[in-house]
Structures are given as C-alpha cells and as structure tokens.
C-alpha cells in the first residue's frame, strides 16, 4: 500500500486519509476508513456479491457495486439493504490501457469538474484495497436522509431509447439536442439547468470525456419538480482508449451548420458550441460567460492532476489530451 499524502476525496495536500471537509461532504460527518475490509478479486467471484452489482447496474456490464458505512468501514450492502455509495473497482477488461488507474482517473475528472469549475457533481473519492488497488466511491444523491430513494430518470428513458427499438447501442443513439429539448420539456426551471447541460457538454469535450452518453444524463425529483442531476460518471476516456469527441452517434445537433474547421478537421470548435448554445434557447451573454471559462487550462487543473493518485505518466497524458482539446477548441472559424 503506498502512503497517502493527499485527501483521497477532495486532494487536499498533506492528508494520510479523508480530511475533514471531506469527511462532511462524503460521510456525512462519520470518520470512515480509506482501506477496505476485502479484496477486488475475491469479492468478484462471490455470487452474493455479483447479485449485487446487478442490483446497481442492470446489464451486468458496468461494474457497480452497493456499499453502505458501518462502524467507520466501508462494506457491501445486503441484499435486502439500502445502499448509500456504490463502489466502482477497476474494470474487468485486460484490453483497456492503464486500466487500473480508471478508478483514480473518474475521482480527478470529477473533482476538477467541482473545484475548477463549479460544476454540480456527485460526492465522491478513493478506497482502497489492502494491497494498494484503487477503487472509486461515490454518494448516491438519489438516497434522502431518510433512506427513501427520489425518483430518477437517465436519458436514454426519458427521450425514449431502448434496446427493443434502437438495438443494442441504444445510449449513444440521437444528440445532445434531443436530451436539451427533453430537458426543457420536463424541468419548470429549465433554463437554469439548460445552463449546467450545456457546460456539461462543454467540459465533457474539453476533458475528453467520449462515453457522455443517454445515460450518463439524468433527471431527478426535488420536491415537485425534476432537475438535472448532479454530475456523475465524468472521465478523460481518451487515456484508457481511442474515444471520439462525442458519445452520441448525433453530435451537438442534427440541424445546426457545422463551422469549417469542423467539416475540415471532424472536430469542433468555439463556434459550433456556440450555435449549439443558441439552439437550445440560452442567451449569448451567458454563452460566453462558460465558454469563456474553457479558452485555457487552469492552474487549478494543473494543481489538481499533481495531486491525484495516477501515477506521473498518467498525469503527463491527462494534461496533454486537455491542452490539446482546449487548442482544438480554440481554432478560429472563416
């Protein structure tokens, strides 16, 4: 196990576990251990505990799996047991490059994403097992106080995608559009939350995010009403695999014009965001104002990757890939 030197939830410099904001923010104010009770591989191939991952995730695919606080431990949840956080180990798949430091990827790209940015994200951080893997853990925002769960749609639900009708690639069939015009169908407050989509999509883009699929987009209740949910899912895909700029088969819209460097190059610039902006009713002073946020890397970021848990090769390639989509994104249209 190697030491611990910064905040395994929020970077915080000089912490040997969770740091105090981090313990509020995460746990609810519980002092909980960053070393779990159990090993990946042997909790792999417990039927319990792949019962359980399915709870979490339907199709199997996504390793996902339901994990409660006890006593200042992280554990799995019964079967019969609501589960508060759902821990994501490293994926399965030998052919993903680096894939054990997925998990330390998606807890950086979130936590840039919040610190950076201000994005509304998930509660999230690192576990780890006693021989040093990493594992990813995040809150559910879908559990109240209580322990009631909110009702909550993804996209690929709401505009009415499944694998019946659309085939077996159904969450990336359509456009950012379709989930804006449903976003706008079913919030009251939506151009608040047409906002936080739209720099979503940005960000997604800028930190090469390729699997911002149906979803990985949802709508929760507050109250009486539906909003967008807080972030979740948010990774720098292009480390792990040859991602393409969007995870949708649609793009940005199916109707807005393409600039030219876009049809020249296949990738988009300021420009086709934008118009993508204006489509989906925001206004152009507030267009710029996120935009404008994108235009070059923050020392925030640079401070952020230094301080995550992949290794230095990883951290090299993390903000090469961001500089290179932040020039591309940059490029001036005729």
């Known amino acids: ?14 912490c040997d576990t969770y740091s ?5 923010e995460l746990f609810d104010g519980m002092v909980v251990s960053h070393i779990l009770d159990f090993n990946i591989d042997e909790f792999r191939s417990n039927s319990n505990i792949i019962d359980a991952m399915h709870r979490i995730s ?25 589960s508060t956080y759902i821990l994501k180990p490293a994926p399965w798949d030998h052919t993903l490059i680096a894939r054990k430091q997925i998990p330390a990827n998606e807890h950086l790209t979130m936590q840039i994403a919040a610190q950076v940015y ?19 853990i995040t809150k559910r925002f879908d559990i109240s106080a209580d322990g009631t769960k909110l009702p909550m ?8 995608r499944n694998e019946q009708t ?7 069939s359509g456009s950012y559009e379709d989930i804006a015009t449903a976003l706008r169908k079913n919030v009251s407050a939506w151009m608040v939350d047409m906002e936080r989509f739209f720099e979503l999509v940005i960000f997604n883009y800028i930190y090469a995010n390729g ?9 929760i209740r507050q109250g009486q009403d539906y909003r967008l949910a807080p972030a979740y899912d948010l990774l720098n895909t292009s480390l792990h695999v040859n991602s393409d700029d969007f995870a949708l088969d649609g793009g940005l819209s199916d109707i807005v014009e393409k600039s030219d460097v876009y049809d020249r190059t296949g990738h988009p610039c300021r420009i086709d965001f934008e118009r993508f902006g204006y489509q989906i009713g925001l206004v152009k002073s507030r267009i710029k104002r996120i935009l404008d946020k994108y235009m070059q890397l923050p020392d925030t970021t640079i401070h952020l990757v230094e301080h995550s848990f992949l290794d230095d090769k990883m951290k090299r390639n993390y903000l090469r890939i961001v500089n290179e989509r932040i020039a591309r994104f940059k490029r001036q249209s005729e």
């Open 211 to 219: 699997d911002d699929h149906l979803k990985n987009f949802s709508l």
């Open 20 to 24: 105090t904001k981090a313990i509020k």
């Open 118 to 136: 201000g994005i509304l994200i998930a509660a999230n951080g690192l576990c780890f097992t006693n021989d040093g893997q990493a594992v990813y």
């Open 1 to 14: 196990m190697n030491e611990i030197k910064n905040c395994p939830s929020l970077l915080l410099e000089g």
């Open 58 to 82: 339907v199709s199997g695919v996504q390793e996902k799996f339901p994990a409660v606080i006890e006593q200042g431990k992280i554990r799995l949840s019964h079967n019969e047991e609501r």
């Open 166 to 172: 659309d085939g077996i690639h159904f969450k990336y």
């Open 153 to 160: 749609e993804d996209f690929a639900v709401v505009v009415g």
